[in-house]
């Protein structure tokens, strides 16, 4: 059985290249470069300096054959036969012509992601640098990366809980996953049985299967869920988690979108898996204190995705008495209950040794502060009550 599920066929598509090796619409000499390129980086040879080192993956070599073979069609339609004699002032004149509209998508709108297809030419050019014979200039430095912020569908644990209620019974505990470990969609198809831990409150996303680095994180909203789904389906150690297809799953979230979600929060696109991760990190960011723990379980290496999401909630100083409790460890709150528990077997040894005349009412004081606290206990609805009476009997609040 393969280590990693390839839920988009990548690898199929790139292998279904591999037979004719064709760059469609360019020429021959633009043709052989592009392939020579792909070949060096699926093997990692001369990768510039500063990257990543390896062989790429088949989903970026994927991607770096698309869109240098757009750039390739756009220069020649620009005169430039082969894109290694391209200028700077040609270089910069197309981006910014994709930029501005002038050369549009298939929709007729602007390319929203330049910055994108600037960052694999300059792949490309560093490559050509290094690969070449002769000194080569490098025209890509004054070139911007920026690209149009990502949109999202956004909704709130509410709506979640919501979906949640709606969804089918196969979907529940893949929805659940997904919100509460805020992995990427090809992490998730790639989850099996073995990787959940400690009663499915802890997952390990292998390193092999994730697109930056391996990691073990803590569930704290779906483990209940995932084990009776695991039950229920009796699934083995070695079965993955997933049992529906990504197209199946998204066609299900589509209506699941429409009928809970407001009109505004799917005005830019369908909901889809893929929005699970945004909305994940936008109701963990609050939560976290730190900015490293917060990197770890999202498997980002910079700080940049971080600072997207503060700046898309407006968030400025968000800290409410609920995070006060996030910050207190479990083993700290048993610890002080352990604690508050021996002072009452104390108080009730004390108690004992009171004469009869005192015992009877100060028993009836102890019992009916028990009862009081089991009352507030049975009446907490969320975990956050729950540790709030426990913060407030520990604390003497």
Same mark, same amino acid.
């Given at each position: 059985?393969e280590?990693?599920?390839?839920?988009?066929?990548?690898?199929?598509?790139?292998?279904?290249?591999?037979?004719?090796?064709?760059?469609?619409?360019?020429?021959?000499?633009?043709?052989?470069?592009?392939?020579?390129?792909? =070949?060096?980086?699926?093997?990692g040879?001369?990768?510039?300096k500063?990257?990543?080192? =390896?062989g790429r993956?088949?989903?970026?070599?994927?991607?770096?054959?698309?869109?240098?073979?757009f750039?390739?069609?756009?220069?020649e339609?620009? &005169?430039v036969?082969?894109?290694r004699?391209?200028?700077?002032?040609?270089?910069?004149?197309?981006?910014d012509?994709?930029?501005?509209?002038?050369?549009?998508?298939?929709?007729g709108?602007?390319?929203?992601?330049?910055g994108?297809?600037?960052?694999i030419?300059?792949?490309?050019?560093?490559w050509?640098?290094?690969?070449?014979?002769?000194?080569?200039?490098?025209?890509?430095?004054?070139?911007?990366?920026? =690209?149009e912020?990502?949109?999202?569908?956004y909704?709130?644990?509410?709506?979640?809980?919501?979906?949640?209620?709606s969804?089918?019974?196969?979907? &529940?505990?893949?929805?659940?996953?997904?919100?509460?470990?805020?992995?990427?969609?090809?992490?998730?198809?790639n989850n &099996?049985v073995s990787?959940?831990?400690?009663?499915?409150?802890?997952l390990?996303?292998?390193?092999?299967t994730s697109?930056?680095?391996g990691?073990?994180?803590?569930?704290?909203?779906?483990?209940?869920?995932i084990?009776k789904?695991?039950?229920?389906?009796?699934?083995?150690q070695? $079965?993955?988690?997933?049992?529906?297809?990504?197209p199946?799953?998204?066609?299900?979230?589509?209506?699941l979108?429409?009928?809970?979600?407001?009109p505004?929060?799917?005005?830019?696109?369908?909901?889809?898996?893929?929005?699970?991760?945004?909305?994940?990190a936008?109701y963990?960011?609050?939560?976290?204190?730190?900015?490293?723990?917060?990197?770890?379980?999202?498997?980002w290496?910079?700080?940049?995705?971080?600072?997207?999401?503060?700046?898309?909630? =407006?968030m400025?100083?968000?800290?409410?008495?609920?995070?006060?409790?996030?910050?207190i460890?479990k083993?700290?709150?048993?610890?002080?209950?352990?604690k508050t528990? &021996?002072?009452?077997?104390?108080l009730?040894?004390?108690?004992?040794?009171?004469? $009869?005349m005192?015992?009877?009412e100060?028993?009836?004081e102890?019992?009916?502060?028990?009862?009081?606290?089991?009352d507030?206990f049975?009446?907490a609805?969320?975990?956050n009550?729950?540790?709030?009476?426990?913060?407030?009997?520990t604390?003497?609040?």
């Amino acid at each position: 059985m393969e280590d990693r599920l390839d839920p988009y066929n990548h690898k199929q598509r790139l292998d279904n290249w591999k037979k004719t090796k064709q760059i469609k619409d360019v020429s021959k000499t633009n043709e052989k470069i592009i392939i020579k390129f792909l =070949g060096d980086m699926e093997i990692g040879l001369n990768i510039s300096k500063g990257s990543v080192k =390896g062989g790429r993956s088949a989903i970026r070599l994927n991607t770096l054959r698309q869109r240098l073979a757009f750039i390739a069609k756009e220069l020649e339609d620009r &005169k430039v036969k082969d894109m290694r004699q391209v200028t700077t002032q040609q270089l910069h004149k197309l981006f910014d012509d994709m930029r501005t509209g002038v050369l549009k998508t298939r929709q007729g709108t602007p390319y929203k992601s330049t910055g994108d297809y600037i960052k694999i030419f300059k792949t490309f050019w560093h490559w050509n640098q290094k690969t070449n014979k002769n000194k080569v200039e490098d025209i890509t430095s004054d070139l911007d990366t920026r =690209g149009e912020k990502p949109k999202f569908v956004y909704f709130t644990e509410q709506d979640f809980n919501k979906m949640l209620e709606s969804a089918s019974a196969d979907l &529940k505990p893949i929805l659940a996953l997904a919100f509460d470990s805020g992995q990427r969609v090809t992490e998730i198809f790639n989850n &099996k049985v073995s990787d959940f831990s400690n009663d499915f409150t802890e997952l390990n996303i292998r390193d092999e299967t994730s697109k930056t680095f391996g990691r073990k994180i803590k569930l704290l909203l779906c483990s209940k869920q995932i084990k009776k789904y695991v039950e229920r389906m009796e699934l083995k150690q070695d $079965d993955y988690i997933c049992k529906i297809t990504p197209p199946m799953i998204n066609r299900k979230l589509r209506e699941l979108g429409k009928k809970i979600l407001k009109p505004e929060q799917i005005t830019f696109k369908n909901l889809s898996l893929y929005d699970f991760r945004h909305s994940s990190a936008c109701y963990w960011l609050p939560r976290y204190k730190n900015e490293s723990a917060m990197k770890w379980r999202f498997g980002w290496k910079k700080s940049d995705m971080i600072h997207y999401y503060t700046e898309f909630l =407006g968030m400025k100083d968000t800290i409410t008495k609920d995070d006060l409790y996030l910050d207190i460890t479990k083993a700290e709150l048993e610890k002080d209950l352990n604690k508050t528990k &021996k002072d009452l077997e104390e108080l009730k040894d004390k108690v004992s040794q009171f004469p $009869d005349m005192f015992k009877a009412e100060m028993e009836k004081e102890f019992n009916a502060y028990l009862s009081e606290m089991a009352d507030k206990f049975k009446k907490a609805k969320t975990i956050n009550d729950s540790l709030e009476v426990l913060y407030n009997i520990t604390y003497n609040k």
